[in-house]
């Protein structure tokens, strides 16, 4: 499984809110509801936080195995 938990850590960390994602730089709140619900996402979104952020893929989203698929 996929989470975003990390997300809205570095979101803090960058001292950059929700609110000021989507006014400012235009990511829609549907695709941060889908992020905050784990959701899957396009990898152009996951992009662009990442530019947004100037951060590392591994500082917004992490796999976490699940013990019940394997």
């Known amino acids: 499984?996929?989470?975003?938990?990390?997300?809205?850590v570095t979101l803090k960390e960058k001292q950059?809110?929700?609110?000021?994602l989507i006014k400012d730089y235009g990511i829609d709140y549907a695709?941060?509801?889908r992020l905050r619900h784990n959701m899957v996402v396009k990898t152009p979104i996951l992009d662009r936080l990442c530019n947004i952020l100037d951060c590392s893929i591994e500082d917004?989203?992490?796999v976490v195995i699940d013990k019940d698929e394997e």
């Open 16 to 20: 950059i809110s929700q609110y000021k």
């Open 1 to 8: 499984m996929i989470k975003f938990d990390r997300l809205w």
């Open 31 to 33: 695709q941060l509801h």
């Open 60 to 62: 917004i989203m992490e």
